[in-house]
């Protein structure tokens, strides 16, 4: 199957900086890709759908200044977590597909703010 | 509200019997539903996906089957083993235009 590497795989960081997660697809064009938050134990809460070349789509309760996503090519696409806190300590998970096929998944972000 | 739900938090069997999971949905008729596989730490990886029209699905030790009427589908592992451990997803959407939106997912520890 197709291939989506996320970078970093673990971060820790200092309470109120920000962190970005890249995400990338290897061998294929992403036009669609999907940002997940999981909590220990939980499962995957879908944060925001983003097409190549527009505005991202926020899922309901999902800060959308808070959680910038960019994605400006048709192979990357990046969520930073600005001003990060305590609570935004989570396992991020993107997914990419391209127009027609499955989505295909990274293997994810372990956040921890300190 | 639209609502996937699965069975137990977490599913213990021995080494070579079948593992049973289900995933039941509410509130809407999907098109398809799909079956994922995470372990800790881990993305999910894709297993399975079974349309509306599709009462069985199958690859290798796995099938998965699709009760429209019961609102169900049940995903098998025949002669579990113990690196079939892990936790099992089932999620709707995915294909064209669709997001993946994940159940709570069942935990499977297949004991030696």
């Known amino acids: 199957g197709a291939v989506v590497s996320q970078h970093p795989s673990r971060v820790i960081c200092k309470s109120g900086t920000s962190v970005k997660i890249e995400c990338r697809s290897l061998?294929?064009?992403?036009?669609?890709m999907f940002w997940y938050r999981q909590f220990p134990k939980q499962s995957l809460m879908l944060m925001a759908t983003?097409?190549?070349?527009?505005?991202?789509?926020?899922e309901q309760g999902v800060e959308k200044d808070k959680f910038l996503i960019n994605h400006a090519s048709l192979t990357l696409s990046t969520l930073t977590v600005t001003s990060a806190h305590p609570e935004d300590s989570s396992f991020y998970i993107c997914?990419?597909?391209?127009?027609?096929?499955?989505?295909?998944f990274g293997q994810g972000t372990r956040l921890t703010v300190v | 509200s639209q609502k996937i739900e699965q069975n137990s938090e977490a599913l213990n069997i021995q080494e070579g019997k079948t593992a049973t999971l289900t995933c039941n949905y509410t509130?809407?008729?999907?098109?398809?539903l799909q079956w994922y596989r995470q372990d800790p730490g881990r993305g999910p990886v894709f297993l399975l996906l079974?349309?509306?029209?599709?009462k069985e699905k199958r690859k290798e030790r796995l099938k998965v089957t699709f009760d429209t009427t019961l609102k169900q589908s049940l995903f098998h592992i025949t002669a579990s083993q113990p690196a079939d451990s892990a936790t099992y997803l089932c999620?709707?959407?995915?294909?064209?235009?669709?997001?993946?939106?994940f159940g709570p997912g069942t935990s499977l520890s297949v004991i030696p």
């Open positions: 509130n809407y008729s999907p098109a398809y």
């Open positions: 997914s990419a597909r391209d127009r027609l096929s499955e989505a295909f």
């Open positions: 061998d294929f064009q992403a036009t669609t």
């Open positions: 983003s097409n190549e070349g527009s505005k991202a789509t926020y």
């Open positions: 999620a709707r959407g995915g294909t064209s235009y669709d997001k993946v939106i």
């Open positions: 079974i349309r509306e029209n599709e």
